[in-house]
């Protein structure tokens, strides 16, 4: 029995919402659904059009015997700015506030909703670059680490400050802490990453500069590439700290006069979408 | 301009895959794509058949004024099965196998496709259930626990071994590691779970069940219910180890007598998919 297009359709936007950046053959779906070709090539169109017109993603499709269909997630600027305004709103709430000038925000990099958010704006602005795996270190800037994976569909590789007999042979790294000023020590296990892959840093936070150093040392220990890094917050700089270079981040903090901590966006509008026309 | 059906359908697909057990309005849908909200009711009936059809998830309609359609994900046993015999012998090659007779892993549980179907496993055996948070400890267990929390749409909250000061007031527990026997500590923030929530634990590893017992210490501590505890692998259990009660296993793993390694089906089957007919 044939299957209707409204069921293809359906069946068709799940099965590509869970296999971002992948390509699908024509011909799988022309079998799963035993239909023509040129049936499944005119599905293609409705769902590119609506992805595009709905800001899902982009619908490539590829042309030819061999070709297929592969969905990039984006998201567009203004669902961005309007979903980071609700983050930094709720960030900004003075109950937030913590001994010492920190922010609580465990809550929202542990929100599900959120993360798909976050995780939607980190791969819009890797979306024409070659990822192989996203790095990050325990423990905060696994949720955001592992939503970025997602939407790049590449493997999630999390560096330790301990050592744990379940990671086999390991490769360790020493780095100065940006705002400690101690030496801290993280290690990544010999099988994670493979020789000259394409690496994307992903962390909750950075002050210092310090982790960044670190994570990229064991990138350049790896002989892998560094493709980019992205932070979820970042905090004010002063002066003696480390040179970091070039990230990303979505919010920023930055301590007032008054002692309170004012929250507000990052550097993400020009690096994800940008300079704006 | 009012938008097509077959419009309405990717769009609809891909706001409910997004939006896990979250009732959705009808009036919501018919504002958003300027339709009758009798044809939104069919749009869904659409949706509901080929959720079911293809194994994707029920899509659950409530009828009347205050209605609207829910999105619950599932996974059929079958594709479950076919997964997991992929996973373990995926796991049983003889390369895996660490000194000590451990087993590698923490690639399994880095990619994010597997974690797709590891969360909708998860999300399956508690479709039914309330569950207002997961509740993992760090580190190698969070990405599991964090592909469950996004299925089931409920926050994840990490217990930690260290403290960290951006966690703000926290809450400890010491527990009896099972494997090693050492009084460890495991804490959380004060402000990541609310009184009488329901809190689903699961974990990458359970062994001698002394992580689990901590973190039931810690539900108690905030008068939470456990609502079940899942774990990726189950270890062997050598006598005078600690009871640990009744828990959810994707896998189990087995020392043979020649040293190596054994990896098998865990309890899920049982536990998930109820008792086979």
């Keep these: 029995m044939k299957i209707k297009r409204s069921e293809r359709l359906v069946d068709m936007t799940d ?9 699908i053959p024509l011909t799988f779906f022309a079998q799963r659904y035993d239909s023509a070709k040129s049936s499944i090539s005119e599905d293609l169109t409705i769902l590119k059009r609506t992805f595009q017109d709905r800001g899902i993603g982009l619908v490539e499709t590829v042309p030819g015997a061999a070709g ?8 567009l600027k203004e669902a961005a700015d309007e979903f980071m305004d609700e983050v930094i709103e709720i960030l900004n709430n003075s109950h937030r506030l913590l001994p010492g000038g920190y922010v609580y925000m465990s809550d929202i990099l542990g929100d599900p909703d959120k993360l798909r958010y976050l995780g939607r704006m980190i791969a819009t602005q890797y979306l024409n670059q070659r990822v192989d795996a996203v790095l990050t270190v325990a423990t905060r800037g696994i949720p955001i680490a592992q ?14 400050h301990d050592t744990n007999i379940t990671e086999g042979s390991t490769v360790s790294v020493n780095y100065v802490s ?30 210092g500069g310090g982790t960044i150093n670190g994570l990229t040392s064991l990138i350049e220990e790896f002989d892998c590439n560094l493709v980019g890094s992205t932070f979820f917050a970042e905090g004010a700089y002063q002066s003696g700290q480390q040179n970091v270079g070039n990230y990303t981040s ?11 901590m004012r929250i507000t966006k990052g550097n993400y509008d020009e690096k994800i979408f940008g300079p704006s026309k």
Tied chains: 1, 2.
């Design 68 to 75: 297929g269909a592969k969905y990039i997630p984006y998201i």
């Design 147 to 160: 939503a970025a994976s997602s939407y790049l569909n590449v493997p999630l590789v999390i560096a330790r």
């Design 15 to 23: 099965y590509l919402l869970n296999r971002p950046h992948a390509l």
């Design 250 to 260: 979505l919010v920023k903090m930055e301590n007032q006069d008054d002692g309170e």
């Design 178 to 207: 940006g705002s400690s000023k101690k030496i801290k020590r993280m290690t990544i296990s010999k099988r994670s990453l493979d020789q000259g892959a394409n690496v994307l840093i992903v962390d909750d936070f950075i002050h």
